[in-house]
């Protein structure tokens, strides 16, 4: 196993890359390659930050881009990645200021739903 793909397989977990792996056709086989050495095997490896950092990173971004369905699978990461619902919350706090209110107000909706899945908060929190 490539170290990419070893790395989104602990950040992403086994689940969500078999999903994707299954759903690779012909036509986007050279795209999951790409971001499985790019992002996961060039990116994600970097000694520079940890992988809570680029967690909370890579939150941010995708709030301040509208990335919804990405923001999910990075809040499950998040958590993997060690990050507390605290942080998580802090950190779309701060997105708030600096990303709009509207996208923080969808980020956490998202992350409420995400979060309530995986047992971390209550339903109706």
């Keep these: 196993m490539s170290e990419g793909m070893r ?18 056709t012909e036509f986007t086989a050279d795209f ?11 990116i994600w490896t970097r000694p520079g930050l940890d992988r809570r950092t680029r967690s909370c990173i890579t939150l941010t971004a995708l709030v301040a881009r509208g990335h919804l369905d990405e923001l999910a699978m990075h809040v499950r990461a998040a958590v993997r990645n060690g990050l507390t619902v605290d942080e998580i919350k802090e950190v779309l706090l701060q997105t708030a200021v600096y990303c709009g209110v509207p996208a923080a107000n969808s980020a956490f909706a998202v992350a409420q739903r995400v979060l309530a899945e995986e047992g971390l908060i209550a339903e109706s929190e």
Excluded: K, N, P, S
């Excluded at 397989?9 to 086994?14: A, I, K, N, S």
């Excluded at 999951?32 to 060039?42: H, M, N, S, V």
């Design 32 to 42: 999951q390659d790409f971001i499985t050495r790019y992002a996961w095997g060039e």
């Design 7 to 24: 790395v989104r397989r602990e950040v992403l977990g086994d689940a969500h890359v078999d999903r994707a792996q299954a759903r690779t």
